[in-house]
Structures are given as structure tokens and as C-alpha cells.
């Protein structure tokens, strides 16, 4: 059975979504999403989209079952006519009154075994899973696809027993792909068009990506239901913006000093084209950063008010979300900024700052991660520890301390929080710890003087964000051309003669970003060769 589970539609008869108008209609305008503008789009496209949803669930709990069948038959007529299935929410009896393709069921409903002993072979029967556990099960019980959610906290659904975002998704995804048995996957909650792409980017596990995604409200409420289901039938068939695409994962270098020969001509660039560098980061270090920025031959801007991000993220720079000082206007900021790069696929660095320290700033980095994409996401340990959800991490302030892993743990830590969110991780350290989830390399380079100084992890961040606005394909390389340029050029500085402590070293660093910069512009590129 070949069945389309790209936009699942699952209704919803409630007053406040209906509005007044009819379900029915609503399902009809559904369907021909992607139809009444067909000679719009692009031939490729138009081809094999002449639908907007290409699967209805009827799920409604409160109706009588003679209203329930009335609808469901009218429902059915209305998905016939189009050749797509209708699946019936929980009631067995429903679906067999009205001939429908299938039955969705929950945890707490009939068994599926009886479902399919009831409506034979040939029933598309769906589970609602939350966990890999769950998801097993169904697969070994013979289900056709599986529901996983809530992805998000979702006011359709308020009773969800548990939120697991995109990992938890991701983890569903690996399980499932580890079985014989061939099932499906949507996901569900709080689905709509400001996340769709990072939700099908983000939940892909290496071997298994979702099916589809199904929502309830992004196209029930919104005002144009026809447009609302073409508008997300377009963005499920595109990458986000951000995605890097044109770089093949057999492409990408990865022999680390192959990388290393190439880092001059991203700092060349960085010179030459001046990058805008958004940041929105602490108190303490914003001067310092901005000066950083300059040395190296960025342009800094440093605007904390999300209202400014709309137009600033149009300049093809970059943005570093620092939450150094966390207010709840600034989380605010945040999203909105973060959403405004996501959009036009400006890299965006998170800077988890003193993440384990405070509830806040736990719950700060939660919402921060299932409210948009980051392309890095740069911290000390326990920071990535607790970005991770690791163990019981209590920071004591907002600096690094010494550390009781190996450093295998260490890169494996990196490495699976890269896995997880899709994007680059670094960890910062004596040794840093990088990786895009299939290349980690560990870096040894840097002066002590930097663990001596505020904000040196903060202006890397900055260092790195400037890369990334220069070389966006391959993100890790840009991370890693940060990195060196800025932890050389503290071992200059820290050598120097007139350099006697943390206060003198800090003009020097300075000094000595801006030298390097100059002579790599220059084709000077022995400074590279301190590189461990
Ligand atoms: N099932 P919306 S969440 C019907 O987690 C349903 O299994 C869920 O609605 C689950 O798209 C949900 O409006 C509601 O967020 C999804
Ligand atoms: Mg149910």
C-alpha cells in the first residue's frame, strides 16, 4: 500500500477552531492546497503536487456517533473523490459504518490486534506513540504508520503526557530503522510554518527521515485554509534556508590539516568582505567583543532589541545569541531574532552562558532549542552538559571549572548533542572539542591567559560567528578557522615581552588578531603552522 503521508490533516470539531464554517469545506479546501494555483508554480513542481493535504484524519471526541457518521460520510465522499485516505480517530465502528482506510488509535484505546482483525488487511492503522518503547511496539504489532508526539506544547491538545521535541523524535526515527518491519512516520504538535522545515531537517536520523507531519490548528484555524495547506505543502518540499545543501556528506573534508590548508582564504575573505556580525550578547563583554570583531575585519553590531533583527538579518552576517545576561524581554529578543536569521538562513551561534546555573537559564535554553535552528552552539562543559540534559549539573556561576571526563567522553559528549540537533557543537576547554556529528577533532591550542580574562569565550564566540558568515556550506571549517585564528593569536600575545599579565595581554590579543589577519590578506600563512 503506497500511501502519501507528506501533510496529514487531522480535524478538529471544536466552536473556537470552526469558527462557524463547515468541516466539511474546511477538508475540501484542504485537499486542493496545492490545485487552484497549480500553473503558478514551477513545471518540476507542479508535476507531482496537485494536492495540498494528502491524508484526513476525522478525530473528534465529543460528538454523538450518529453526528459522527453523518460527517464522517460526507468527509469520505469529499476524499474519495480525491483518492486519498480517510482515517477515522479511535472509533472502529465509525470507520466500518462508513468504509474509511483506516483508524488512528492512542495508548489508551482498542488494541491493535482487534482493530485489525476488524477491518482486515488492507486498514491503514495508526498509533500515537510518544516514546521508542511505544513506537516498537506498534511496529511489531503490525501498524501501518506511527503518530510521534507532541513534538511541541500544543493548546489542541492539552493533555499530552510528554513534550519531546525534535530529539525525541530523532529517537523514534533511529529506532524504528533498526527493525524489519517497514512503518511509517508523522510527527504531531504544534506543527506550522514558522517550523516545519527545521522539524523535518532536525527529527532526520541518519537512516530514517519522517514521512510527514501532521497538524491539527496550522490548517483548521488559519484564516485561508486553501492557502494555509499550500503554503505548507511548499515548505515540506524545500530544505530550510539554513540547510547546507550543495556540500554532499561523502564531499566534505575530512581530514582536519586538509581543512587547515584551506582556513587562509576564509580569513582573506573575512577581510575583504567585511561580514556584518549581529550580537546580542552580556553586558560585561560587549565592547570587548566588538572590538574583537574589528580586528579581525568583521563589522560588529551590537543590538539587543529583537525588534532590529528583521532588517539585520537581510545583510548576510551572522548572529550570536549570548544569554550571558538573561532578562524575559531578552529571551523574547531572542526568538524573535533567531527566527528572523532561520528565515533567510543567516548562521546563528548559541552561547549557552552559565546554562546549569540558574532554572532560568535551563528553561531559557529549552525554549530557545524548540523555538528555532542554531547552526553552533558553543559552550564550557557544563554548559554543553546541561545543554544536553546530563546529569544533575549545578553550576556554580557562570565560569568553567575543572572537569572530571576523559576527553573521549568529552568528544563523544560533543559529538552527540551535534548528532541530536543537526548542527556544529563545540566545547571549550584546555583541549576543545569540535564536531558536526560525523567529524570531531579536538584542538590544543590557546594561551592560559584567556582562562584569566573576562569574556574570552564570549569573543570567540564572535570569532567563529564571523567565520560562519564567510564559509556557511561547510560550518564546522568555519568553526574551526575561528578557533585557530583566535587561540594563535593568544599565544602570540601571551609571548610577548610586554605582555606581564591578564591586564597587558588583552590589548596584545587584540593586536595580535588584527596582525595575523593582516598578514594572511597579505599571503603570510605561517602563523597556521602553530595549529595542534
Ligand atoms: N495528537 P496542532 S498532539 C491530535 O501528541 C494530537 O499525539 C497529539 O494539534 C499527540 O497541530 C495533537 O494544532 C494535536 O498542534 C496537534
Ligand atoms: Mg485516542
Not at 31 to 56: D, E, F, M
Not at 122 to 134: L, P, R, W
Not at 406 to 423: I, Q
Not at 444 to 452: P, V, W
Request: neutral net charge; proline residues 3%; charged residues 20%.
Amino acid at each position: 500500500m503506497n500511501v502519501d503521508y507528506s501533510l496529514y490533516l487531522v480535524t478538529d470539531s471544536t466552536k473556537e477552531l470552526l469558527r462557524g464554517r463547515d468541516l466539511v469545506e474546511i477538508v475540501q479546501a484542504a485537499i486542493k492546497g496545492g490545485k487552484r494555483n497549480q500553473l503558478s508554480l514551477p513545471i518540476s513542481r507542479a508535476a507531482h503536487h496537485n494536492v495540498g493535504v494528502t491524508i484526513v484524519q476525522f478525530r473528534d471526541k465529543t460528538s454523538e456517533t450518529r453526528e459522527l457518521i453523518r460527517v464522517a460520510k460526507a468527509l469520505h465522499a469529499v476524499t474519495e473523490q480525491y483518492s486519498i485516505p480517510l482515517i477515522i480517530n479511535d472509533r472502529v465502528d465509525v470507520a466500518l459504518a462508513v468504509g474509511a482506510e483506516g483508524i488512528h488509535i492512542g495508548q489508551d484505546d482498542i488494541d491493535l490486534q482487534i482493530v485489525r482483525k476488524l477491518l482486515g488487511d488492507k486498514a491503514i492503522i495508526g498509533v500515537s506513540v510518544s516514546s521508542v518503547d511505544e513506537a516498537v511496539r506498534a511496529a511489531k504489532g503490525g501498524a501501518n504508520y506511527v503518530g510521534i508526539g507532541a513534538l511541541f506544547a500544543t493548546d489542541t491538545k492539552k493533555d499530552s503526557k510528554s513534550i519531546i521535541g525534535t530529539a525525541g523524535v530523532k529517537k523514534v526515527l533511529g529506532a524504528l530503522s533498526a527493525m524489519d518491519e517497514k512503518v511509517s512516520t508523522v510527527a504531531i504538535g504544534g506543527i506550522n510554518t514558522s517550523n516545519v522545515q527545521r522539524v523535518i531537517y532536525q527529527s532526520k536520523a541518519s537512516f530514517k527521515a519522517l514521512d510527514g507531519v501532521a497538524v491539527v490548528s496550522a490548517i483548521v484555524a488559519a484564516p485561508d485554509t486553501h492557502q494555509a495547506a499550500q503554503e505548507l505543502k511548499g515548505l515540506i518540499r524545500q530544505p530550510p534556508a539554513f540547510a547546507t545543501t550543495s556540500v554532499q556528506k561523502s564531499k566534505k573534508v575530512k581530514d582536519c590539516r586538509a581543512l587547515i590548508q584551506s582556513i587562509p582564504a576564509i580569513v582573506k575573505m573575512l577581510a575583504q568582505t567585511k561580514p556584518l556580525c549581529h550580537n546580542m550578547t552580556n553586558l560585561v563583554v560587549q565592547n570587548f567583543a566588538a572590538n574583537i570583531a574589528l580586528a579581525i575585519g568583521a563589522s560588529p553590531i551590537m543590538s539587543s532589541y529583537g525588534g532590529e533583527a528583521a532588517d539585520l538579518a537581510q545583510l548576510n552576517g551572522s548572529l550570536v545569541i549570548n544569554m550571558g545576561t538573561v532578562t524575559p524581554a531578552s529571551v523574547e529578543s531572542y526568538i524573535t531574532a533567531l527566527r528572523a536569521y532561520n528565515t533567510h538562513g543567516g548562521p546563528v551561534i548559541l552561547d549557552p552562558v552559565g546554562a546549569g546555573a540558574t532554572q532560568i537559564r535551563k528553561d531559557t535554553v529549552s525554549r530557545l532549542l524548540s523555538e528555532g535552528y542554531f547552526d553552533m552552539i558553543k559552550g564550557n562543559e557544563q554548559e554543553i552538559k546541561s545543554v544536553l540534559g546530563e546529569g544533575n549539573v549545578q553550576q556554580r556561576g557562570v565560569d568553567s571549572s575543572s572537569s572530571a571526563l576523559t576527553d573521549t567522553d568529552k568528544a563523544k559528549l560533543t559529538k552527540k548533542l551535534a548528532v541530536r540537533e543537526r548542527n556544529v557543537v563545540l566545547m571549550t576547554g584546555p583541549t576543545d572539542f569540535l564536531s558536526d556529528g560525523e567529524r570531531t577533532f579536538a584542538i590544543s591550542n590557546g594561551h592560559e591567559y584567556l582562562g584569566k580574562i573576562t569574556g574570552s569565550g564570549c569573543t570567540l564566540g564572535t570569532t567563529i560567528a564571523s567565520c560562519l558568515a564567510i564559509q556557511r556550506e561547510d560550518k564546522l571549517h568555519a568553526a574551526l578557522t575561528g578557533i585557530l585564528l583566535f587561540e594563535i593569536a593568544s599565544e602570540h600575545a601571551g609571548l610577548r615581552e610586554d605582555v606581564k599579565g591578564p591586564g597587558t595581554f588583552v590589548p596584545a590579543f587584540i593586536d595580535e588578531l588584527y596582525q595575523i589577519t593582516k598578514q594572511t590578506a597579505a599571503g603570510n600563512y605561517g602563523w597556521l603552522a602553530a595549529s595542534r
